[in-house]
């Protein structure tokens, strides 16, 4: 399992998370969109440090969540066996995704980076495609019932104030 765990985050949230954006900063900068390190001082360092540690400690949970209750990794090629209504999945249907989002705002401020904040953007789009037109389909045949029900109950970005606890 540990193989299988490690083979999916380097491929997936260690690409997305830093050697995306390293790329982006390395080819930015001589640019007029290099980057500029955050004051801590200002506004955008303390955004950007609470955006960034709350989507690692995001991210980091959700996918604990996925090896241990899901029996799997946040890989598409090797997803949960288990249906995961836990901890932030009570709250809202793609926490891991938020997770990431939060880190790649906290990046892009806390760097002053303009290419992490289109990266950003990017990835919210394509996850604004992928996941009602690809994932949720596929969760939908895997798990049946108990995922359309959660999904009735679970909104797909904003979280519930009250977590959702199944019959």
């Avoid at 801590?40 to 241990?68: M, S």
């Avoid at 938020?98 to 290419?115: F, H, Q, T």
């Avoid at 919210?124 to 969760?139: G, H, S, T």
Wanted: glycine residues 8%; hydrophobic residues 55%; contains cysteine.
């Amino acid at each position: 399992m540990l193989r299988r765990l490690l083979t999916a985050i380097l491929i997936l949230p260690f690409n997305a998370l830093v050697v995306a954006p390293g790329v982006l900063l390395l080819a930015f900068r001589h640019t007029r969109w290099a980057h500029s390190l955050a004051a801590p001082a200002g506004a955008a360092f303390w955004v950007g440090a609470v955006a960034l540690a709350a989507g690692l400690a995001l991210a980091v949970w959700t996918v604990a969540l996925f090896v241990r209750a899901g029996e799997g990794t946040p890989a598409p090629w090797d997803p949960p066996r288990r249906f995961v209504v836990r901890g932030p999945y009570r709250h809202v249907r793609n926490p891991m995704i938020c997770g990431v989002l939060l880190v790649l705002l906290g990046e892009g401020l806390l760097l002053g980076s303009w290419p992490i904040g289109a990266l950003l953007a990017f990835f919210v789009l394509a996850n604004l495609v992928y996941i009602p037109f690809f994932e949720e389909p596929r969760l939908a045949a895997r798990f049946g019932e108990p995922y359309l029900e959660y999904r009735k109950h679970v909104r797909r970005w904003l979280p519930r104030l009250r977590p959702w606890r199944p019959e």
